[in-house]
């Protein structure tokens, strides 16, 4: 499976390479990178002039403050898949996106896997419904999970790693667990480090480089994209970033970050998929926002595949379209149209007026539009199809 990872790997690695850009005409040096004043880049001794520049030097995996961790042999997403021989046991720390799908993979290999957190549920920025769901079926794969727990130290000895965790807030009740690997996946910092930002007069904090709402820096000159100076820690985040760059820096328009409808997918078995607004959002709304859930359960398509353990939250402003969340097999498929539907505007009447084709489980998408209209009907508007139905009959 590892090789045939790789392989794939090198298949898409062209689609990035030198060779691709400088056939588009596009100049590459390589080396380590700093700004000179506040229109210079040095690389390697070598002066380049810019009229515009952008940083994006994206970011790295990290470790949380565990002592005896920064002596062990961890591995991060970024080394991992470098293994050629699989784990017996495997021990991750986190229990995010990365965390997860990695559990799971491994889990399905073969390896006894053993995933730490300090939050109380798995994937804690999805909603509790959805984590239930992701992690009854990792546990259903082998998956052990110790949540709500505090770490305290790492071991390592005779090849072995073994993490210490206290379960409860007063430090009593102590464990720990062996593994003959660790992962960590446990959040990502932005490679700011030696670029001199000063020199050209560009700010930056722990969390990347401080950017405007159309990605300049304090140098007007200068933009960022991407993981250096994004919440979002995605491949299609950056890219629509740099294209929002691109537009600003070099024709003058004034496209905002902020006006981006952007979906994220978890890739566990089942994924969740989520996009705008959340369950807590709609908690702190007044009741402003309102949910609308159809269960993959009414589902014929996912009936049929025996994968009803899943559902569609649409949240919404009378009909408008605010986020959705999604927990089905390939819920990262379904999410685009809804992305779709908010960036232009669309509403749940919208989805039930479009024709899903049958059978699909994205017709879930139109069920939900179809209960927004039933649920749309007022009790006068109820009273007079009565009457008219009734004088039809």
């Known amino acids: 499976v590892m090789n045939r990872m790789r392989q794939r790997r090198a298949a898409i690695a062209v689609h990035d390479s030198v060779a691709r850009l400088r056939d588009a005409g596009v100049d590459v040096f390589f080396g380590d990178a700093s700004f000179g004043d506040d229109r210079t880049v040095t690389v390697d001794g070598q002066e380049l002039r810019f009229r515009k520049a952008v940083i994006a030097t994206g970011g790295r995996p990290t470790a949380p403050p565990v002592a005896g961790l920064d002596d062990a042999p961890y591995l991060t997403n970024e080394t991992v898949f470098s293994l050629t021989e699989l784990p017996r046991r495997l021990l991750v720390i986190g229990a995010g996106p990365i965390g997860c799908e990695l559990a799971q993979a491994f889990a399905r290999f073969g390896s006894s896997v053993t995933v730490l957190d300090q939050a109380p549920q798995v994937l804690p920025r999805e909603s509790h419904a959805a984590a239930e769901i992701v992690g009854r079926r990792m546990a259903s794969d082998g998956v052990r999970f110790e949540l709500g727990i505090r770490l305290d130290r790492v071991d390592t000895s005779s ?16 464990a720990s667990v062996t593994g003959d690997a660790l992962l960590v996946a446990a959040g990502r910092a932005p490679n700011i480090e030696g670029l001199n930002l000063e020199a050209a007069g560009i700010a930056a904090s722990k969390q990347g480089v401080t ?3 159309r990605l300049q820096t304090r140098n007007p000159r200068v933009y960022a994209s991407g993981d250096v100076c994004s919440a979002y820690k995605f491949t299609h985040a950056a890219d629509a970033m740099s294209r929002i760059v691109i537009e ?7 496209r905002r970050v902020s006006a981006l409808v952007m979906p994220w997918v978890t890739y566990t078995d089942p994924e969740v998929a989520h996009v ?20 993959l359960a009414e589902i014929d398509r996912a009936i049929v595949d025996d994968e009803t353990d899943g559902f569609v939250d649409v949240h919404h402003d009378r009909g408008r379209i605010r986020g959705c969340t999604i927990v089905a097999p390939h819920a990262g498929e379904m999410i685009g149209e809804v992305a779709y539907a908010m960036t232009h ?15 699909t489980q994205a017709e879930a998408l139109r069920k939900a539009g179809d209960m927004y209209r039933r649920q749309s009907l007022t ?5 007079w199809l009565e009457r008219y139905f009734a004088w039809t009959r």
């Open 276 to 295: 705008g607004a959340s369950e807590e959002d709609v908690e702190k709304s007044n009741g402003q926002l309102k949910t609308i859930t159809v269960p």
């Open 211 to 213: 950017v405007n709402d």
């Open 345 to 359: 505007g669309g509403t749940l009447s919208g989805l039930s007026a479009t024709i899903h084709p049958y059978p």
């Open 159 to 174: 090849g072995e790693l073994r993490v210490h965790y206290v379960r409860n807030s007063d430090g009593e009740l102590r």
């Open 379 to 383: 009790p006068r508007v109820r009273r």
């Open 248 to 254: 600003n820096a070099l024709f003058f328009r004034r």
